[in-house]
């Protein structure tokens, strides 16, 4: 049901964890809905530098998140923002159909962290 | 089973010989299957699935009584086979009454005798729930539709060939069961209809099974079934016991390795080998790949699995909170499950877990 992908991302996540003090903080989904995501960015000169994110979710939802972090290191904030669930499950060889709202949630967790970021940044 | 894939090849309604050599094969299943279920051999069909019996069960009572009555009294932790029919049923003009269970996952039979109406024609309660494995009080069921002179139908596809049910003395007036459940091919069932009642057919054709379920018998998987029926009884009490005091075994050891895990149902009446457990802070699906990865095969009734954002409707309705019953997973135990597997279970799942956890938002630990 999975490609390999998918299984390699969620058996080994990338860039699982908390950044204290973050630059850009999201949290995305639903508890009660079975998915949740929170991301955390270090971001220097408008480019991030480290991501990281814990994910409460399917497989699915773990490869997603473990995937678009990777897709977003070390890259601007704009471009960064320019990431589609599309993308990412392109990136993962495809998910299951039924598992495509999954990869929706990693794109909206990394739009949401980035939004924190430059809320703050409006603010300084 | 195989000399009725090869050699004895006939159609059971053709009455030549060899097709008559496979029809007297069929009614001699029959005969052993309502002699271990103690009825009488015309009260049996043979249908493919347990899904096709609670069909013609239900769909056929209430459609041949609809002039008698168009209320039909049921639990809310059915099988889909049950509840899906039960709404297809609705879409007809027939109302239903949905049942709730009490924390431990027994249906409520205060509120079963209350939803009783003067147009009640059927109640269908399940006899062991194939998610949490609990046991239904058939018994005071069948007393009451009795008493109300209502037909009872009876989902007993987990325990037939796991668990004593007599069928006449519980008042049962049809009882679906499948041939997977207890070691037979998959793809096969059948249906105890009391005599006397009158079904109306789901699918329409030709004579066969006393003109009640039309089609071609699947003979080889008839043989097969009846064959792992009788398997089943020689050591039903034994087995029984076996799978029971493993899964304690295993339940007790649980408890104590993985920190918030609910462990779901009634502790005594359930089946003996079923084991539903919530693990709170995970999702299901996510344990269920990292024991396959190991091994180990389990299910999940989690929200991602079946496709729905909904967790399983059986695990909310004993009061899992929705965030939690997320995290569920059932075990099953059977025949061939040793206690070096069980071990094996135990040793693997707590790190699994923890695994799952370090990545979940909601644990901080």
Not at chain 1, 34 to 61: H, N, P, Q, S, W
Not at chain 1, 104 to 120: F, N, P, R, T
Not at chain 2, 214 to 242: D, F, Q, W
């Amino acid at each position: 049901m999975y490609s390999e992908k998918v299984i390699d991302h969620f058996s080994n996540p990338r860039n699982v964890g908390k950044i204290e003090n973050p630059d850009g903080y999201g949290k995305v989904g639903n508890a009660a809905c079975g998915d949740v995501m929170e991301i955390f960015l270090k971001i220097e000169e408008d480019k991030i530098k480290d991501v990281k994110f814990r994910t409460f979710g399917c497989a699915a939802a773990i490869a997603t998140s473990s995937m678009s972090t990777e897709m977003i290191l070390n890259k601007p904030v704009e471009e960064a923002l320019k990431l589609t669930n599309k993308a990412v499950a392109e990136a993962l060889d495809g998910l299951p159909a039924k598992k495509m709202h999954c990869s929706v949630l990693a794109e909206e967790g990394i739009q949401s962290a980035i939004e924190d970021y430059m809320s703050k940044k409006d603010k300084s | 089973m195989l000399p009725y894939f090869v050699d004895n090849y006939g159609n059971p309604s053709s009455i030549h010989r060899v097709g008559q050599k496979v029809r007297k094969k069929i009614e001699d299943s029959r005969d052993i299957i309502s002699n271990l279920l103690k009825i009488n051999p015309n009260e049996l069909i043979f249908t493919s699935c347990g899904t096709e019996s609670n069909n013609i069960a239900i769909k056929g009572v209430a459609r041949a009584y609809k002039n008698r009555g168009k209320h039909i009294i049921t639990s809310v932790i059915e099988h889909p086979s049950v509840l899906n029919t039960c709404k297809a049923l609705e879409k007809e003009g027939f109302e239903v009454s949905y049942i709730p269970i009490d924390d431990k996952g027994i249906v409520n039979l205060e509120k079963l005798k209350e939803a009783i109406r003067e147009d009640t024609i059927l109640i269908s309660i399940m006899h062991g729930n194939n998610e949490i494995g609990t046991v239904q009080p058939i018994k005071e069921i069948g007393a009451i539709a009795k008493e109300n002179k209502i037909f009872f139908h009876v989902d007993a596809v987990q325990t037939i060939g796991k668990m004593e049910l007599n069928i006449k003395e519980n008042n049962i007036s049809l009882l679906s069961f499948s041939g997977h459940k207890f070691y037979g091919p998959k793809g096969i069932g059948g249906l105890y209809v009391k005599n006397g009642i009158k079904l109306e057919k789901v699918l329409t054709g030709g004579h066969q099974e006393r003109n009640r379920r039309p089609g071609t018998e699947n003979v080889a998987s008839i043989v097969g079934m009846t064959k792992a029926l009788e398997l089943s009884y020689e050591n039903m009490e034994e087995e029984s016991k076996r799978e029971k005091e493993l899964r304690n075994y295993f339940e007790e050891e649980i408890v104590k390795k993985i920190p918030e895990l609910i462990l779901n149902g009634d502790r005594e009446k359930r089946l003996p080998g079923t084991s539903s457990v919530t693990i709170k802070f995970v999702e299901g699906e996510s344990i269920l790949l990292n024991l396959d990865f190991k091994g180990i095969a389990v299910s999940s009734g989690s929200a991602c699995t079946s496709g729905s954002l909904e967790p399983s409707h059986v695990v909310l309705a004993l009061g899992v909170p929705m965030e939690h019953a997320h995290g569920t997973i059932r075990f099953s135990l059977g025949r061939y499950n040793t206690k070096e597997e069980v071990d094996y279970v135990l040793e693997v799942l707590p790190p699994i877990v923890e695994k799952i956890r370090s990545m979940s938002p909601f644990w901080n630990n």
